[in-house]
Nanobody
Framework: QVQLAESGGGLVQAGGSLRLACAVS????????MGWFRQAPGKERELLAT????????YYAESVKGRFTISRDNAKNMVYLQMNSLKADDTAVYYC?????????????WGQGTQVTVSS
């Protein structure tokens, strides 16, 4: 089973930056597309960014395009999310996940997530 461990969240002022990291425990990490999601209080979990298995193709939701950058290191089984120009609306718990194209409702296993709080 794939285990996911997110880290790097914290409290930051609006306009600031954070870099999230996700450690993925699986022998087949390099075969998975990966993605970052977030869930704000009272809102549904949403997909923010994806990266294909090789790192050669990425996707971003409109809400984060131009501000967030997803990357991966297949040698280290790590996925990253560089977040710049943070806004108060970015406050949420952030999660990474394999095969992010799956319907969110079908995903049963999530990591603990990492809390990002942006103060305005």
């Amino acid at each position: 089973q794939v285990q996911l461990a997110e880290s790097g969240g914290g409290l930051v002022q609006a306009g600031g930056s954070l870099r999230l990291a996700c450690a993925v425990s699986t022998r087949t990490f390099s075969s998975y597309d990966m993605g970052w999601f977030r869930q704000a209080p009272g809102k549904e979990r949403e997909l923010l960014a994806t990266i294909n298995w090789s790192g050669g193709s990425t996707y971003y939701a409109e809400s984060v395009k131009g501000r967030f950058t997803i990357s991966r290191d297949n040698a280290k089984n790590m996925v990253y999310l560089q977040m710049n120009s943070l806004k108060a609306d970015d406050t949420a718990v952030y999660y990474c996940q394999r095969d992010p194209s799956r319907p969110i409702t079908s995903i049963r296993r999530w990591g603990q997530g990492t809390q990002v709080t942006v103060s305005s």
